[in-house]
């Protein structure tokens, strides 16, 4: 099983600034990694897949990179609204996992 | 655009059966591999099993031995059972839809909390 380790797990930001999020696989796994953002009561929501491609209706502050073991997901300028917890996953193995999430909280 | 929905009981007892159904609506059933994903309180996701149209599977191992997942393609819905419960598998399900191309799961359900317990 592939291990998706993310970092930091809690993550304080001013609205307006930059956050950067990371995600580790304990092996690689290409570029076959998705990003979701999970707010309270809420089901995840895909942002990003393979590594740094935009699902329908993503604002482009939100941006994806890495490939292999290493990845990043990058909010430009964070708004209200992206205070919320993110979760990475691959799917270039089975089973299909998923990381610890990294909470954006507010400053 | 496709829409899922669970439904099923919201306790279980210990040692009995979870039994959970995802409707689908505003697309094909055969258009995705259908999901089961699970989240106990406050905690991360853990991806169950996934069923295509076909009727090709794949589970979990860590829950391999107490899970089935089936499909009705003339209902356009697909269902969970897990067995043999414990307070462990207390959680939210949500049934999502995964493809490889363009990858991830996309939709999802709104999720249904399944507490266990006597």
């Known amino acids: 099983e592939i291990v998706m380790t993310q970092s930091p797990a809690t993550l304080s930001v001013s609205p307006g600034e930059r956050a950067t999020l990371s995600c580790r696989a304990s092996?690689?796994?290409?570029?076959?990694l998705a990003w979701y953002q999970q707010k309270p009561g809420q089901a995840p929501r895909l942002l990003i897949y393979?590594?740094?491609t935009r699902a329908t209706g993503i604002p482009a502050r939100f941006s994806g990179s890495g490939s292999g073991t290493e990845f990043t997901l990058t909010i430009s300028s964070l708004q209200s609204e992206d205070f919320a917890v993110y979760y990475c996953?691959?799917?270039?193995?089975?089973?299909?996992?998923f990381g610890g999430g990294t909470k954006v909280e507010i400053k | 655009q496709v829409q899922l929905q669970e439904s099923g009981p919201g306790l279980v007892k210990p040692s009995e059966t979870l039994s959970l159904t995802c409707s689908v609506s505003?697309?094909?059933?055969?258009?995705?591999?259908w999901s089961w994903i699970r989240q106990p309180p406050g905690r991360g996701l853990e991806w169950i099993a996934y069923?295509?149209?076909?009727?090709?599977?794949n589970y979990n191992p860590s829950l391999k031995s107490r899970v089935t997942i089936s499909v009705d393609t003339s209902k356009t819905q697909f269902s969970l059972k897990l067995n043999s419960v414990t307070s462990a598998d207390t959680a939210v399900y949500y049934c999502?839809?995964?493809?490889?191309?363009?990858?991830?799961?996309?939709?999802w359900g709104q999720g249904t909390l399944v507490t266990v317990s006597s």
């Open positions: 996953q691959q799917y270039n193995n089975w089973p299909l996992t």
């Open positions: 505003g697309g094909s059933i055969r258009s995705y591999y």
């Open positions: 092996q690689s796994v290409t570029s076959n």
């Open positions: 999502a839809a995964f493809n490889w191309k363009p990858g991830g799961f996309d939709p």
């Open positions: 069923i295509h149209y076909t009727g090709s599977t």
């Open positions: 393979g590594a740094s």
